[in-house]
């Protein structure tokens, strides 16, 4: 099944400014996230979002705060919308110890249990088998949670894949498997590593109902997403949906970016979600340029207190680096 395009704007104004504004936080805190790398001020790797905010705020959206989340490596904005506060993702950027996971984990780690976000997983795939345990502890505690698990299209060439459909359909699993499909596995298309690049047919094998949807349309994406878990909160099993969508940027700040030309990006650029949304919003009424105005004005608040939280944050002690580390004690 195919959800294309959102039929119409039949949300509330409140909503839909709610989720453009949503979107655009996650824009300016990773343009803020690209300026201090720059700067030096956040070390090792960085994977930028930007383009795909339709896919964090659409999904998470639709999502109960007591439904548990697994991530890849690019969820700074998924963080966000999971209600982590800003300058606790910021200060874990910066490596302090008021970040969400203390400074340890950085921009590929992100971390927070009171908020369920398990992750923020850096090896490809790596959350698939968090997540297939997440959802057989809640569904042995019938608790009615589900669990939602990002990952990327090159994931969907990984053992842990198969094996995790396999038994979240064997054991009928309430786990809603979220696949971002950006046409790229790092620097390599989905066409050169997958002899299948109809991601919706591997889950067919495996018995997991899936459908695609045109992920650079946040109103579509959240359609998409509560139907999808509405069925899997109902106890038929796991879902598969396809997020397709596009990152604007390298896949990292050290991406050379050889594998992709300056005319395909500037041509998919032309379907930004955040343009797409202010132009349907505009022509429905419900956004003007004061209220866009408001907006912006909102999130560089927001995004500058952030900014001066990770700033002014404090270094873990060295007396505290052992901490939560478990080694084998030499005879």
């Known amino acids: 099944m195919s959800i294309d395009r959102a039929a119409s704007l039949d949300v509330p104004r409140a ?8 979107m655009i936080l996650v824009r300016r805190f990773e343009e803020a996230c690209a300026e201090a790398y720059g700067k030096q001020k956040i070390r090792g790797f960085l994977h930028l979002g930007i383009g795909e905010e339709a896919c ?7 999502l109960s705060s007591d439904d548990p989340v697994v991530a890849t490596y690019r ?15 910021m200060a874990e950027m910066f490596g302090k110890a008021n970040g969400c996971a203390r400074g340890r984990g950085g921009s590929m780690h992100m971390f927070s249990a009171e908020r369920g976000f398990y992750g923020g997983h850096a090896i490809v795939g790596g959350g698939l088998p968090v997540a297939v345990g997440l959802a057989l502890a809640h569904a042995t505690r019938k608790t009615g949670a589900i669990v939602a698990c990002y990952f990327g299209d090159g994931a969907t060439d990984e053992g842990e894949y198969h094996e995790a459909l396999n038994l979240a ?48 349309d946040v109103l579509a994406t959240l359609r998409a997403t509560q139907m999808a878990a509405a069925e899997v909160r109902a106890g038929a099993g796991p879902r598969f949906l396809e997020l397709r969508t596009y990152r604007f940027r390298a896949h990292s700040m050290y ?4 594998y992709r030309t300056k005319e395909e990006v500037a041509e998919h650029k032309k379907r930004d979600p955040i343009a797409l949304f202010s132009v349907a919003l505009r022509e429905a009424g419900m956004l003007d340029d004061d209220a866009l105005a408001a907006i912006e004005a909102s999130v560089a608040d927001e995004v500058a207190g952030a900014l001066r939280a990770a700033e002014e944050g404090p270094l873990e002690p060295v007396s505290d680096l052992a901490r939560d580390v478990y080694g084998r004690r030499a005879p």
């Open 15 to 22: 909503t839909a400014l709610d989720l453009l504004r949503r």
């Open 56 to 62: 964090a705020v659409g999904t998470m959206a639709a």
């Open 75 to 89: 969820e700074h904005g998924h963080a966000l919308m999971r209600g982590i506060p800003a300058a606790a993702v």
């Open 169 to 216: 359909s064997l054991w009928r699993l309430p786990l809603l498997f979220l696949c971002e499909n950006n046409l790229y596995a790092m620097g390599t298309a989905l066409a050169r590593h997958a002899a299948e690049v109809d991601l919706t047919r591997i889950p067919l094998a495996h018995r997991v109902p899936s459908s695609t949807v045109d992920a650079m």
């Open 255 to 258: 991406d050379a970016e050889r």
